[in-house]
T-cell receptor, first 112, second 111 residues
Framework: DAKTTQPTSMDCAEGRAANLPCNHSTISGNEYVYWYRQIHSQGPQYIIHGLKNNETNEMASLIITEDRKSSTLILPHATLRDTAVYYCIVRDGTGTASKLTFGTGTRLQVTL | NAGVTQTPKFRVLKTGQSMTLLCAQDMNHEYMYWYRQDPGMGLRLIHYSVGEGTTAKGEVPDGYNVSRLKKQNFLLGLESAAPSQTSVYFC??????????FGDGTRLSIL
């Protein structure tokens, strides 16, 4: 699976959009970009994933560049409850059980 | 619908003791996973299973064994616990290559 690079930490004011970047320059054609988050002491929570098109769900939007070498997770109106570590993961979409390779993620702090 | 349930939530062991961590899911998922998370690090895969009666090694399998006798349960065993196995253990399950659903973890300390 391709490696990802994320900033160690970011701050965001409550009510503003949080834009979390991720670089995955070695991504291959059949690899998906997944985002999970981990709120303190809880298990990781799935947020969103995509292959090459932009995706949106009730939690967030995922913007993938045309060359697929980077992506941005957007939380449109961040709240204090969005304070968490956010993991960007690249995963092969084929084959058998496809493990998730977690890096150290981005620690997002949402402040008043 | 409880999702993924891990038992116990906390445990303290002495070096050399054995124990089993239980993971149960009620979503009829074929795939189940065991991860460990150490302070300041991401999750690392220990073992996984693609179906009842099958298991496979992950990234850090040494010192652990697993069993999947029933589709809904995935057991993680420590035969002789070591301090290096002090960690938070997470179980997850999924349909094939769909997003994984995680439990809330088991915090294990080995003295």
């Amino acid at each position: 699976d391709a490696k990802t690079t994320q900033p160690t930490s970011m701050d965001c004011a409550e009510g503003r959009a949080a834009n979390l970047p991720c670089n995955h320059s070695t991504i291959s054609g059949n690899e998906y970009v997944y985002w999970y988050r981990q709120i303190h002491s809880q298990g990781p929570q799935y947020i969103i994933h995509g292959l090459k098109n932009n995706e949106t769900n009730e939690m967030a939007s995922l913007i993938i560049t045309e060359d697929r070498k980077s992506s941005t997770l957007i939380l449109p109106h961040a709240t204090l409850r969005d304070t968490a570590v956010y993991y960007c993961i690249v995963r092969d979409g084929t084959g058998t059980a496809s493990k998730l390779t977690f890096g150290t993620g981005t620690r997002l702090q949402v402040t008043l | 619908n409880a999702g993924v349930t891990q038992t116990p939530k906390f445990r303290v062991l002495k070096t050399g003791q054995s124990m089993t961590l239980l993971c149960a899911q009620d979503m009829n998922h074929e795939y189940m996973y065991w991860y460990r998370q150490d302070p300041g690090m991401g999750l690392r895969l220990i073992h996984y299973s693609v179906g009842e009666g099958t298991t496979a090694k992950g990234e850090v399998p040494d010192g652990y064994n697993v069993s999947r006798l029933k589709k809904q349960n995935f057991l993680l065993g420590l035969e002789s616990a070591a301090p290096s196995q002090t960690s938070v253990y997470f179980c997850a399950s999924s349909y094939s290559l769909q997003p994984q659903h995680f439990g809330d973890g088991t915090r294990l300390s080995i003295l």
